[in-house]
């Protein structure tokens, strides 16, 4: 029997997949709010690195409080130019002495932007098109000694708050999910008139599924207005084409849909962000931590990016929930959906949440308490293991949006 706190019960309501309206949206990584949510991560996992480097382990600091502030362009066919750069800021906390040594944190976070945005974004030139500055404050008192327990295996836990998780994804998700990584990955390479700016929006009705894509197209590959309407064409097919192997469901795809080709007026963009065209961005206003925005199902509001691996519970507990979820549904046959709740208190230790709620729902024949001890089982091993969160995000083995 587990001396944790964890409850299993059949869902409330309806499984997402069986409602007759589903949401769902995604931020592509060149999204404004992405961009923040990337540059926070990538800032963190260098901090949390250089302080084990430099120290042994890792010390306190978040950088989930990351800004963007839109420039201005003037694209145009063959090449335009950035006419006012994109303004990021990086402000958080962090600690910058240690037991009389000072590490320079405002210069790892720096480098560390540099180097994300090098190799995410080509078509955006450090420095000139993009302005990055570090604010980076001392964290306060009472959060510091409840983040350095010394002695404790496991960390105690930085606030009261909660993670939530599911598994697995509908048919609709998975579409969502898996169209912007196509577009901004392998497939993007073949195409690079498509941008690093890519937002999907899914919705079903029933059992037909709309999937609208705004694409940033990058104008230096774009000759003409034929070309564009090419380019737009070649996205609807190629979403199409996944879209199909995914489901059996009716499917219709729309791409750039306020494109006015009389007017002229088109997403092309110089440098395949609308964050060059006055769309700004924070960390935390887009995508939660499983990738998605999904209104059908219950979410944590916490910012996963930028938050500390240790113990800060909007981190580890929204990528713990997940990956229990994950693992539930993997290793137990009968289960159609999974929804996992963890709770915390400050304070107490990260393994023990205050409440670990598992809620399901199970194919028929099924029933909940039939397989009730062998998700708690799987619940119990996972927060016993709580811990390999921390090393996994700042190995960048986990994506925090």
């Known amino acids: ?6 409850r299993v019960e059949p869902v409330v309501g309806r499984a997402v997949e069986d409602q007759e309206v589903e949401i769902v949206e995604r931020k592509g990584l060149g999204h404004p709010d992405s961009i923040c949510d990337g540059i926070a991560e990538h800032v963190s996992q260098a ?6 480097d430099r120290i042994g382990k890792v010390l306190h600091y978040n950088t989930d ?11 145009a066919f063959e090449g335009g130019e950035v006419t006012e750069p994109i303004y990021l800021l990086i402000t958080g906390r962090a600690t910058k002495t240690y037991q009389g040594q000072k590490i320079p944190a405002e210069t790892i976070a720096l480098r560390a932007a540099r180097e994300y945005l090098t190799e995410q974004f080509p078509y955006l030139d450090f420095g000139t098109e993009v302005i990055v500055d570090v604010k980076l404050g001392e964290g306060s008192g009472d959060l510091q000694e409840v983040f350095s327990e010394d002695g404790a295996t496991v960390p105690m836990a930085n606030d ?3 993670g939530v998780g599911h598994a697995p994804l509908t048919e609709t998700e998975r579409i969502v999910l898996e169209t912007e990584r196509r577009l901004n990955g392998a497939h993007s390479d073949e195409h690079p008139v498509v941008g690093r700016d890519v937002k999907v929006m899914g919705k079903r009705e029933s059992d037909e599924i709309d999937v609208t894509v705004a694409v940033a197209m990058v104008d230096r590959y774009v000759e003409d207005l034929e070309a564009y309407d090419a380019a737009v064409e070649g996205v609807r097919e190629s979403v199409h084409e996944l879209a199909e192997g995914i489901t059996d469901r009716d499917v219709n795809v729309h791409v750039n849909t306020a494109d006015d080709y009389e007017e002229g007026s088109i997403y092309l963009t110089t440098t395949g962000t609308s964050a060059e065209q006055g769309d700004d961005g924070s960390v935390g206003r887009g995508n939660r931590a499983n990738g998605l925005i ?8 916490e910012a996963t990016s930028g938050k500390n691996p240790v113990n800060h519970i909007g981190k580890i507990y929204n990528l713990l ?14 289960i159609r959906e999974i929804r996992i709740r963890l709770l915390s208190q400050i304070g107490q230790p990260i393994d023990k949440p205050h409440v670990a709620d598992a809620s399901l729902v199970t194919e028929e024949g099924v029933a909940v308490a039939d397989i009730e001890d062998e998700v708690t089982r799987i619940i119990d091993q996972e927060l ?3 811990t390999s969160i921390t090393e996994r995000v700042i190995d960048g083995e986990l994506s925090t949006f």
Request: net charge negative.
């Open 1 to 6: 029997m587990t001396a944790r706190n964890i």
């Open 65 to 75: 409080e990351t800004q963007l502030v839109a420039g201005s362009s003037a694209p």
């Open 384 to 386: 016993a293991d709580v």
């Open 160 to 162: 009261t708050s909660f």
């Open 321 to 334: 929930s997940t990956d229990i979820a994950e693992s539930v549904v993997e290793e137990i046959d009968g």
């Open 294 to 301: 999904t209104p059908n199902r219950s979410m944590s509001m």
């Open 47 to 52: 901090l949390a690195r250089e302080y084990l």
